[in-house]
């Protein structure tokens, strides 16, 4: 995939402003940077988005360019929902990062969401009949919401006219984004 392939497409990346794990957010933004993609990161508000290592050991900060409440979805070609046991878990109970996801999903643009990121989707109620993967701890969550939870490094699901991208910790990151990749080339909205 070149930087031409890439040119003028939009990623929203989607976090709270404490605990999203730093490889969950920092590795696909570099990547994709690097690929001339344009990536914006929305926090619940302005203030730094503090990243943790492992969910314990500080990680670098994160300026967040907008908050989720100012999102338009419509203006991004792919959601990124990063995990981070804490950040994932305030971030499900955050209703407009639960309308962006659905925004997304109702719209057929990819979602893409690593670790403990789908617990966001399963809050959005947009995993039912899904194939999708995440950190072990939520396999009952996406089973009760209606997914089927696998144990693979990535789980691209392309039923119901969207496409999922899920992948389990920051150790799958290589395969997750592969993954990202080709659906951002794909996508010719």
Known sequence: MTADDMNMRKVLAIVTNYGVEQDELLVPQEHLCGLDVRVSVAAV????????????????????????????????????????????????????????????????????????GPWALVEAGVVAEKKLTSYPSLKTDIRNAGGQWTDEPVVTDDRQGWRLITSRNPGDLEPFLREVDAALAADTR
């Open 45 to 116: 508000s302005t203030g730094d988005v503090r990243t943790l290592v492992g969910d314990v050991k500080p990680g670098r900060t994160v300026r967040p360019g907008l908050t989720l409440a100012d999102v338009d979805p419509a203006a991004y070609d792919l959601l990124l929902i990063p995990g981070g046991t804490l950040n994932a878990d305030a971030l499900r109970r955050q209703d407009d990062a639960l309308r962006i996801i659905r925004a997304f999903v109702s719209s057929g643009r990819p979602v893409a969401a690593i670790c403990h």
